[in-house]
């Protein structure tokens, strides 16, 4: 049988329970609705909140590492061809550049550069080396223009 | 009904008294101040009346108004015991915006005060009565 203090504690857990349980209900709640069906399917067996979080953030993490590897690849693959549109492949390459970043694994400053003049045709090769050779000479850096 | 044929006296009267409901019917009908004002639009939206059409008034800003509907009901979710700062963006299945949700859903769990929950620092509260008589 429980004493009358020991009968208290138990009715304070309880209730404290019951506040803990409610709050873990509404994370994950708040989780489930943000995510898909079939992402919803691999973390419903989980118990609390805590392992679902990171089951969700080791999956997740796997998958968006293998997209960040195959768009960095494919940046650094982009080409453009003679004659085609240089606005159109560099807003491609920006694009690019943005959705790594959004995925936490942008190309540094310097990798963007090089990407960037070994992308264009070879008919540009005599400009870039003059605008690289005036640069060097300057000791500036080539920049992207300022919005 | 011989009799009544006979009578146009009556016949007027019959048919008093048989219009009367459908008048009154009719009446209270357009009386009402709905009707009345959906007839009016109609009829606005047709070209009648003062002014311009209402309906065509803007139908690329109500495309817009559609189209931004559209946009945040599937794009985002929100729980509704919070407010506005509980719309987060879903997270893709091959984990392309992951980093972005993942900033954004701990702010957000955060701003409601649950962040305790997710990085581990809440556990359940342990019973301090031990029993040792449940059979």
């Given at each position: 049988m429980l004493t009358g203090a020991e009968a208290t504690l138990e009715v304070e857990w309880k209730k404290d329970m019951k506040i803990w349980n409610q709050r873990e209900a509404i994370v994950k709640q708040h989780i489930a609705a943000t995510i898909s069906d079939s992402g919803f399917m691999k973390i419903?067996?989980?118990?609390t909140a805590r392992e679902i979080w990171e089951a969700l953030a080791e999956d997740s993490e796997k998958r968006s590492r293998m997209v960040s590897v195959n768009l960095r690849r494919r940046l650094q693959s982009e080409c453009c061809v003679e004659k085609g549109d240089v606005r159109a492949h560099f807003a491609t390459l920006s694009t690019m550049r943005e959705n790594l970043a959004a995925m936490g694994h942008p190309p540094s400053e310097d990798d963007f550069y090089s990407i960037i003049l070994g992308s264009l045709p070879p008919s540009y090769d005599p400009h870039i080396s003059a605008i690289c050779v005036t640069s060097s000479v300057l000791l500036a850096k080539l920049y992207p223009p300022k919005n | 009904m011989l009799y009544i044929h006979s009578s146009p006296r009556l016949h007027l009267l019959l048919a008093l008294v048989t219009l009367l409901p459908v008048y009154k019917l009719l009446t209270s009908f357009l009386n009402d101040q709905f009707v009345i004002r959906s007839l009016f639009t109609f009829l606005h939206s047709k070209g009648y009346g003062p002014g311009t059409p209402q309906l065509n008034l803007q139908p690329h800003l109500k495309s817009f108004r559609s189209q931004l509907f559209t946009f945040l009901s599937t794009m985002s979710t929100s729980i509704k015991l919070s407010e506005d700062f509980m719309r987060i963006p879903k997270v893709n299945d091959d984990g392309e915006n992951w980093v972005i949700y993942k900033a954004r859903f701990i702010w957000s769990i955060d701003a409601r005060g649950y962040v305790d929950h997710i990085d581990g620092s809440s556990l359940a509260p342990v019973n301090p009565v031990t029993r040792t008589d449940v059979a």
């Open positions: 419903c067996g989980k118990t | -």
